[in-house]
């Protein structure tokens, strides 16, 4: 069970208080029956001064996968306070994407520390790693994968694999390339262990391997995961030569950190890395405060709306009171319709090129759920209100007002990423602001055009 394995509230007080009556020795056997991620966890839980000291409690086998999942602030604790020889034994067992992904975060001075102390070979291959865009698959690759040659046997195979698998990442999948490390195909442990010894890998590997070059964008090769249910995939350059792979554990970082700041856009926050306890309220304020200014500057449009039918309303007060409900409808639509184009397009389910069949499709969707709202809002003035002519105004508005909530919901999120903008933007906050001013002019539109008539 999931509640037996992770660490609770619990645990963590029985590790802190082990930690306190200086009961090392229980400390570390804990340790060895944890998993890494979790032993992450509670270190993040230690004051500033307390953190190097446990980490060198950890067994050595488990230490480097406990340093890959500390947060960066962490990490820079421990290294600040290890010796050159300690770091050193540190970067010896980081995988390449995880000592790449550490050193990125590090200040300057740490860096160029870090990069004296590891051997030449990999500090070329990091800095090779450091060149790639930050968003692209390139960033997120890793050197330590199992290369084989197609004129080997099975036998021969299984014999590299024992030889250099525990310095690999990934062992399930094994790639298969010429001297030119150009990629030829793909095997797996499973088809070589059914295999005869004596045949060829090139025999039993598959040919038509799917691969992403090292400049593509690292969401779209977290897709190629959600998609085929790999576990890894092979990241060739511009000549088709295998410079690395991407396993699925970074896939789905990547995919979580995605979702985490397309969330903060939809909700009119600039994306932040930190995690919310570890950020400071001058930073939250800061990305907070830019939206909210915009949006209240577009909101400002509603009350000049407002000022401008103020015939309309003093004419008729009643419509007034239900301005909010007509908005706050409209809003909600929009934002319906906009998040299931945002994940439709996050799937890969709709283009651009559906434009019109989306508006086909909410048009006719909206058009139903509008003449329902409506009927019901008509029912409810004239039951309370018995004012027909003021029922008559709100129920027109209201289909009107979700048919064009739902298309603008739709259509703004595909225009954007047309433009080449982030899709999550056009999301709930800028499109109730733009349906909100669209819903009064059509609102008061609407009951100017009746109130005319009947004078």
Same mark, same amino acid.
């Given at each position: ?31 060895? =029956?944890? =998993? ?32 890959? =999942? ?7 604790r421990v290294v600040e ?27 300057? +001075? ?16 990091? +800095? ?10 390139g960033s997120i690759m ?17 014999? =590299? ?40 890998? @090139? ?83 800061? +990305? ?20 401008? +039918? ?33 994940r439709g397009m996050t ?101 100017? @055009? ?6």
């Amino acid at each position: 069970m999931i509640e037996e394995i992770m660490y609770d509230e619990q645990q963590i007080e029985y590790l802190t208080d082990l930690l306190a009556n200086k009961k090392y020795a229980q400390l570390i056997y804990e340790f060895r =029956h944890d =998993h890494e991620v979790d032993v992450a966890r509670f270190m993040e839980t230690l004051p500033d001064d307390e953190t190097a000291f446990v980490f060198r409690m950890l067994p050595k086998e488990m230490s480097a996968e406990v340093f890959a =999942h500390l947060e960066s602030e962490t990490q820079l604790r421990v290294v600040e306070a290890f010796t050159d020889e300690e770091t050193t034994n540190m970067l010896n067992q980081l995988f390449i994407d995880d000592a790449v992904d550490f050193i990125e975060e590090m200040p300057a +001075n740490m860096v160029n520390r870090i990069l004296r102390l590891v051997s030449p070979a990999k500090r070329q291959l990091i +800095n090779r790693y450091l060149q790639y865009p930050e968003d692209s698959a390139g960033s997120i690759m890793t050197a330590e994968y199992t290369r084989l040659k197609k004129d080997m046997t099975v036998a021969e195979a299984i014999t =590299h694999l024992r030889a250099v698998g525990e310095d690999r990442e990934t062992i399930y999948t094994l790639y298969v390339t010429d001297e030119q490390r150009k990629l030829e195909g793909v095997t797996s442990v499973r088809t070589l262990l059914l295999a005869n010894d004596d045949e060829r890998i @090139g025999q039993i590997m598959e040919r038509d391997v799917i691969f992403a070059t090292t400049d593509v964008d690292r969401e779209e090769v977290a897709k190629l995961f959600h998609r085929y249910d790999f576990l890894s995939i092979p990241i060739v350059d511009q000549e088709n030569r295998l410079v690395g792979i991407v396993t699925v554990d970074d896939a789905v970082d990547v995919l979580q950190d995605e979702t985490t700041e397309d969330f903060e856009k939809m909700a009119a926050i600039s994306p932040s890395e930190k995690p919310y306890l570890k950020t400071s309220f001058l930073e939250l304020g800061k +990305n907070r405060i830019m939206w909210l200014l915009i949006l209240m500057g577009s909101g400002m449009l509603n009350g000049l709306i407002l000022q401008k +039918n103020e015939v309309a309303w003093t004419t008729m007060p009643l419509l007034v009171s239900f301005v909010p409900m007509l908005t706050g409808t409209g809003g909600n639509v929009g934002a319906q319709s906009s998040t299931l184009m945002i994940r439709g397009m996050t799937l890969g389910e709709i283009k651009f090129s559906d434009i019109f069949k989306v508006i086909i499709k909410e048009s006719a969707t909206s058009l139903i759920i509008g003449v329902v709202l409506a009927a019901l809002s008509f029912l409810r003035i004239i039951i309370f209100n018995k004012d027909i002519v003021a029922a008559s105004i709100l129920a027109l508005a209201m289909i009107f007002t979700v048919v064009m909530a739902a298309i603008i919901g739709g259509v703004l999120p595909l225009v954007a990423k047309k433009l080449k903008i982030d899709p999550a933007l056009m999301a709930a906050p800028l499109i109730t602001t733009i349906v909100d001013a669209t819903a009064l002019v059509i609102y008061f539109g609407i009951a100017t @055009g009746i109130m005319s008539l009947i004078n």
